[in-house]
C-alpha cells in the first residue's frame, strides 16, 4: 500500500473516532510537499511570501503552468528559494495525481478555479484557492459543497482578513468605537499613461502557441483562435474574469464583511462602462468605471466606487458610524475620528483621534502573508483558516451581483434562504 494512502486511512479513521490526528508537518522537522498551479505574476512573487510565511516547514516540490516560460522562472526561483529541483508539469491532474503532495496552490485565471479546485479536493489536497473562488455563484456553491464532503482545509486567498490591521479595525468597531454603524464607502481608483493602458499587461515577446498551452488556458472557456492578448491579459474578457467586481471589489465587501460581522448583501445596483481605455485597438469587455450600491439585510449600505482614470484617492474603505469614522487607506493606514456633531464637541471627542501603519506599527506590507501562515498552520494541525470557502463564496457573490448588475442594467436580489438571485 502506498505511504500517502496508510496515511490518508489513518487520519481518516482517527477522525472518525475523535482521536487527536498526528497531522504531516506537525513535527518540526517534517515538511509539507507543496504543488502550484500557476505561476504568473501572483504565483510567482507568492513562491517568496510561502517561504517567509513558514520558513523550514514547506517545500515547493511541484508547479505546474501553461505557460513554458514561467514554469523555467518559477523552477530556478525554487531552487533559489528552497534549494530543490521541483517537478514540472503543463496538465494540473498530472501534478495532482502525485500522492506525496500535502497541498496546492492555485493561482490561475478566475474561470479555472471551479474545475481545479474541485479536482485537487477529490485527488485528497488541502487547497489554497486565490479570489475570486469562482467565475459564477453556482461554480461557487460546488466548491463549497465538496469542501464540505472533502474534510480538506481550504483558504480563500481573501488575504486582508489576515493584516493586522483590520484585525485592529475589528477589534476597534467591536468596542463600540464609531457606535453604530450603517454606512461604508469603499473605493479602489488607479491610473496609467495613456500608451499603458489598465490590465493590458505586458504579454512576453517569445510567447507563442508552441510554448503556450491555449486549449489548456481555455479550458471550459468558449474555443476560440489562440490569442496572446486574451492569454495574458484575461481580467479583460468576461469569459475569464468578472473584471472589477470579482478582481477588485470582492477584496473589499469581503473586509466589510470581516470588520462588521457580515456576510451577504440583499441587493445590488450598479453602472459603468468602459470610458477611459476607448482606443479603437482596445477589445476589452469589462468596464473600467464601476459603481455598486448593496444593502444588506440589517439597515445597513455599501456605497462602492472604481475608476481607472484617476488615482488621486487610492484605496480605502471608510466605516462611517454615528460616534466616530474608522478609515483604512491603501491597506496601510488605520485613522480613527471621532464624530463631532454640527461641528461641536459631541463629548465623543475624548475618544483620543488614532493613527495606525501597517509597515510602522505591525511591520507588515498587507495580509498575504500572514494568510499563507494561517493555511499552513491549519494544515498542520495548529487552529482554522480565517477565509473558508463558505467566507469566500459571501465576498464572491457580492461581486458576482455587481457584474449581473452591470450586465443587465437591471438591480438584483439576493435570496440568501434559496440561495439564488434575481432581478427587479
Ligand atoms: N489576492 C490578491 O491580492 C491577488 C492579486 C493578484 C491576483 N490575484 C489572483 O491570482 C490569480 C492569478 O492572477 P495573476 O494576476 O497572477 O494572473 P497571471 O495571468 O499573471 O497568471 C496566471 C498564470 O496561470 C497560468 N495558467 C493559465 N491557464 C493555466 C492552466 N490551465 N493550467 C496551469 N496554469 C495555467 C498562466 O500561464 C499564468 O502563468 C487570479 O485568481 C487573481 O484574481 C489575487
Redesign the pocket.
Known amino acids: 500500500m502506498a505511504d500517502g494512502f496508510a496515511r490518508r486511512d489513518f487520519l481518516k479513521t482517527a477522525a472518525a473516532l475523535g482521536a487527536p490526528a498526528i497531522l504531516k508537518g506537525q513535527g518540526a522537522s517534517e515538511k509539507l510537499n507543496i504543488g502550484w ?8 512573487a507568492g513562491l517568496d511570501w510561502l517561504n517567509k510565511a513558514a520558513p523550514g516547514q514547506v517545500a515547493v516540490t511541484a508547479i ?4 513554458t516560460g ?1 514554469l523555467a522562472r518559477a523552477k530556478d526561483r525554487i531552487q533559489t528559494i528552497y534549494g530543490i529541483s521541483p517537478k514540472t508539469y ?3 491532474r498530472e501534478l495532482l495525481a502525485d500522492k506525496s503532495i500535502d497541498a496546492v496552490f492555485i ?4 474561470h ?2 471551479h474545475d ?1 479546485t474541485i479536482a485537487a479536493l477529490r485527488a485528497g489536497k488541502n487547497v489554497y484557492i ?3 473562488l469562482a467565475h459564477t455563484i453556482e461554480e461557487g456553491f460546488d466548491i463549497v459543497n465538496e469542501w464540505k464532503k472533502s474534510g480538506k482545509i481550504v483558504q480563500v ?3 486582508n482578513r489576515s493584516s493586522s490591521l483590520y484585525k485592529k479595525a475589528k477589534e476597534m468597531v467591536e468596542q463600540g468605537m464609531i457606535g453604530d454603524i450603517h454606512y461604508v464607502r469603499a473605493f479602489w481608483y488607479r491610473n496609467s499613461p495613456p500608451n499603458d493602458p489598465a490590465w493590458r ?1 505586458v504579454i512576453p515577446p517569445e510567447a507563442n502557441p508552441q510554448n ?2 491555449w486549449p ?2 481555455l ?1 471550459p472557456a468558449a474555443k476560440r483562435e489562440w490569442d496572446p492578448q486574451r ?2 491579459q ?2 479583460l474578457y468576461w469569459d475569464y ?1 468578472g473584471g472589477i467586481s ?2 477588485l471589489l470582492v ?1 473589499q465587501t469581503d473586509i466589510v464583511n470581516f470588520v462588521l460581522s457580515k456576510t451577504v448583501p440583499q441587493s445590488c445596483m450598479a453602472s459603468g462602462g468602459i470610458y477611459r481605455w476607448t482606443d479603437k485597438t482596445d477589445d476589452r469587455d469589462v468596464p473600467d468605471t464601476l459603481s455598486a450600491l448593496y444593502e444588506y439585510p440589517d439597515r445597513f449600505h455599501i456605497n462602492y466606487s472604481c475608476y481607472f482614470g484617476n488615482v488621486h484617492y487610492g484605496y480605502g474603505e471608510q466605516f462611517c458610524g454615528n460616534e466616530g469614522t474608522l478609515e483604512v487607506l491603501n491597506r496601510q493606514d488605520l485613522h480613527f475620528y471621532p464624530e463631532k456633531y454640527r461641528g461641536a464637541d459631541s463629548g465623543i471627542t475624548s475618544r483620543a483621534e488614532v493613527h495606525l501603519n501597517g509597515m510602522k506599527d505591525f511591520n507588515e506590507n ?1 495580509g ?1 502573508i500572514n494568510h499563507f501562515r494561517n493555511f499552513i498552520d491549519a494544515v498542520r494541525g495548529h487552529g482554522t483558516v480565517i477565509a473558508p470557502p463558505t467566507v469566500g463564496q459571501q465576498a464572491a457573490i457580492s461581486g458576482h451581483m455587481a457584474t449581473l448588475s452591470f450586465k443587465h442594467s437591471k438591480k438584483v436580489l439576493w435570496d440568501d434562504r434559496n440561495e439564488k438571485y434575481s432581478f427587479v
Open positions: 498551479i500557476g505561476v504568473g505574476t501572483r504565483g510567482y505546474c503552468d501553461t505557460y514561467y503543463v496538465d494540473y493561482m490561475t485565471p478566475e479555472l478555479h481545479m486565490e479570489k475570486p486567498g481573501t488575504q499587461y503556450t498551452d489548456k488556458f479550458g492569454y495574458f484575461w481580467r474574469s470579482t478582481d477584496h498587507d498575504a
